[in-house]
């Protein structure tokens, strides 16, 4: 019995570090992810320098930029529709 236990945890052991890819299959998930992160840093970025170039005192500046940073995704919604000077002209 303790041979199949220790048998048991090396094959687990194995199986974990072998990646089991089938050829056929290709997986688009990830692509559009990588996509869609990279339009979303993009996006925080020109935030972010739109943020720094703001008339804005130095700490509301830094209080926007950590909230988007750490918050990206609602950190920009929330910047962009609360956080952005409003020009009224009617």
């Known amino acids: 019995m303790g041979l ?3 048998f048991t945890t090396v094959l687990v052991l194995l199986l974990g570090c072998v990646k089991c890819v089938s050829a056929d299959a290709y997986y688009i ?4 992810g990588g996509i869609l992160g ?5 996006l925080d ?7 720094l170039r703001s008339g804005k005192p130095m700490v509301e500046k830094l209080l926007w930029i950590l909230f988007i940073i750490f918050c ?3 950190g920009l919604i929330v910047y962009l529709l609360c956080g952005r000077a409003r020009s009224v002209g009617i």
Do not use: H, W
């Not at 998930?29 to 559009?32: F, N, V």
């Not at 970025?45 to 943020?51: D, P, S």
């Open 4 to 6: 199949l236990i220790n």
């Open 29 to 32: 998930g990830p692509t559009i």
């Open 38 to 42: 990279l339009i979303i840093l993009i």
């Open 45 to 51: 970025i020109i935030a972010a320098i739109e943020i």
């Open 72 to 74: 990206p995704i609602i």
